[in-house]
């Protein structure tokens, strides 16, 4: 039996950082059915070029968008980076904005060769260039592209605007170290005032045990309270972490292995309910050195 089906009360209690939200455009931290079906979402997708579904995925790179997009990130002159980026479309879309983007992904000697197998791994600008957002004369005006190690920051990635990494942090080795990651996102990369968004997958079913593998960790309630706690705790703004459960048919199904039968907001694995999950937290202090 799945935990789904013995899911605790977890989800829908009140905490300090995970909350019953209003029913509005993105206000989940978690993927909703509702937000697929709102004009904004449909706009992303026809701007990227990317095909309209109820995924997950897609539901991350909107999330990321729309948080840069609100606090105003995404104009010209304001700089950005990546990390982990694959052949994501943002690198593109915030080019096309007028944005200077530094794209990333994991040195090969570090990175499982499964990720190149998937086209998942980007090894240079042609691996994020999009012709259907922008022309190429614009993209490598405005974009460049280094190796970058995540449990590693090199010191010369510093003084961004924003920085963001979409479902990556989570195959860092382990849950603190991703959980480190996202703290020296904030204190290594960006200039003060500067903002982190990030994605990772999220335990939907479990607060007490989960999945924590060198290649995988699967982050609960409990690791994403006490992240922004210690985000806080270290001088930073950390935005509200808001759940909202869904009910549609959409928000209900979950995707067994070998997934791609239905819906994808939650998908089964290693015996738990999974979903996304993303937060984001604004540099308040300044910090040198990392964890």
Request: charged fraction near 20%; aromatic fraction near 6%.
């Given at each position: 039996m799945l935990p789904w089906l013995r899911r605790s009360a977890t989800h829908e209690t009140q905490?300090?950082?995970?909350?019953?939200?209003?029913?509005?455009?993105?206000?989940?931290?978690?993927?909703v059915a509702s937000d697929y079906d709102d004009e904004r979402f449909w706009a992303f997708c026809q701007q990227t070029g990317m095909g309209h579904g109820h995924h997950r995925k897609l539901w991350e790179f909107v999330f990321i968008f729309?948080?840069?997009?609100?606090?105003?990130?995404?104009?010209?002159?304001?700089?950005?980076?990546?990390?982990?980026?694959?052949?994501?479309?943002?690198?593109?879309?915030?080019?096309?904005?007028?944005?200077?983007?530094?794209?990333?992904?994991?040195?090969?000697?570090?990175?499982d060769g499964n990720w190149y197998i998937?086209?998942?791994?980007?090894?240079?600008?042609?691996?994020?260039y999009r012709p259907e957002i922008l022309s190429r004369e614009a993209f490598d005006r405005n974009v460049r592209f280094e190796y970058a190690d995540m449990n590693d920051i090199p010191d010369h990635l510093t003084?961004?605007?924003?920085?963001?990494?979409?479902?990556?942090?989570?195959?860092?080795?382990?849950?603190?170290?991703?959980?480190d990651f996202v703290v020296n996102s904030i204190e290594r990369t960006?200039?003060?005032?500067?903002?982190?968004?990030?994605t990772t997958e999220y335990n939907f079913s479990s607060d007490e045990k989960t999945m924590e593998q060198p290649g995988c960790s699967i982050y609960r309630q409990r690791d994403m309270i006490a992240l922004r706690a210690?985000?806080?705790?270290?001088?930073?703004?950390?935005?509200?972490i808001l759940c909202k459960e869904g009910k549609a048919p959409e928000d209900i199904f979950v995707d067994l292995p070998p997934y791609g039968n239905g819906p994808?907001?939650?998908?089964?694995?290693?015996?738990?309910?999974?979903?996304?999950?993303?937060?984001?937290?604004?540099?308040?202090?300044?910090?040198?050195?990392?964890?």
């Open positions: 905490d300090a950082a995970i909350l019953a939200p209003k029913d509005v455009y993105m206000s989940s931290a978690i993927p729309e948080k840069l997009k609100q606090a105003g990130m995404l104009q010209a002159g304001k700089r950005g980076l990546v990390f982990a980026c694959g052949s994501e479309p943002l690198p593109s879309l915030f080019a096309s904005l007028g944005c200077e983007i530094v794209a990333t992904d994991g040195p090969p000697e570090i990175t998937k086209g998942e791994h980007a090894d240079g600008l042609d691996s994020l003084d961004f605007d924003f920085c963001w990494s979409a479902c990556s942090l989570e195959h860092l080795g382990s849950l603190r170290k991703g959980m960006l200039k003060l005032g500067g903002l982190a968004v990030h210690e985000i806080m705790a270290r001088g930073h703004r950390c935005d509200p994808h907001l939650k998908m089964e694995l290693d015996n738990y309910v999974v979903t996304s999950i993303g937060f984001s937290a604004y540099k308040s202090l300044k910090i040198s050195g990392s964890l």
